[in-house]
């Protein structure tokens, strides 16, 4: 529930329907809106909403009290009920859940979803590890991150490029590839371009509104918000950069 992801939220369901939330780590650009969320469910119109599970990396509880002050929020505990992850399985609602370390600075957890005979592999913010295609083999939709493309300098243990993220998706044998955690100067038509050399199967770029049928007995049914795809702005590509 990172930075905006609120807001967006309300576009797609209530803003008290969540039944769950899953943390993969606990970068502010991947977690910070869960304290405007707590928030909201302390000072509901209709009362404060009953506690729901967070599901985080160790130290959850504590990271996201110290977005409200350095003493921390003991009101974190009435509002969520934390509940710390490591690798293995554990269901959460309708969900079989899978879980294994991936490679980032700090610990960071990628999730395998699988419901009614299918599966969505969502790896998280990471670096080169074994783990990913590891954890993604056979997923009918498999959603990796590709903040880099190919180039001289990459900071390593850090994030895919988008060849890497392909590369793991052609090793698990994957029906579909979506590339998600873009950065802004990068080209999305480039990711694609660079992806398409290591993955043959259906491949698209995660945009806002996007929709994708992981139950359609398809590959991956993507469909994309009015309008089609989103423009491709194209920017410099720094060498090195190392967001989060």
Known sequence: MGNGSLGALQRYTGLFDVDA?????????????????????????????????????AGTAERIGLIHGVDGDEGLTRRFTFETLSPGELAIGPFDVRLAHVNHPVETFAFRFTHGGRTLVYTGDTGETEAVPALAAGAHVFLSEAAFLDGPDLPPDLHLTARQAAAYASKADVG????????????????????????????????????????????????????GRPPCPRGHRPRGGSPR
């Open 176 to 227: 579909s590839l979506v590339l998600t955690h873009l950065q802004p100067w990068y080209s999305p038509d480039d990711a694609r371009e660079e992806a398409a050399t290591a993955f043959t199967g259906p491949l698209g770029i995660a945009t806002a509104g996007q929709v994708i049928n992981v139950l359609s007995s398809r590959p991956a049914n993507i469909r994309f918000p009015p309008g």
């Open 21 to 57: 939330v899953c943390v993969s780590h606990l970068h502010a650009d991947h977690c910070v809106d869960l304290y405007s969320y707590s928030v909201a469910r302390a000072y509901s119109p209709a009362g404060p909403q009953p506690p729901i599970p967070v599901y985080g990396p």
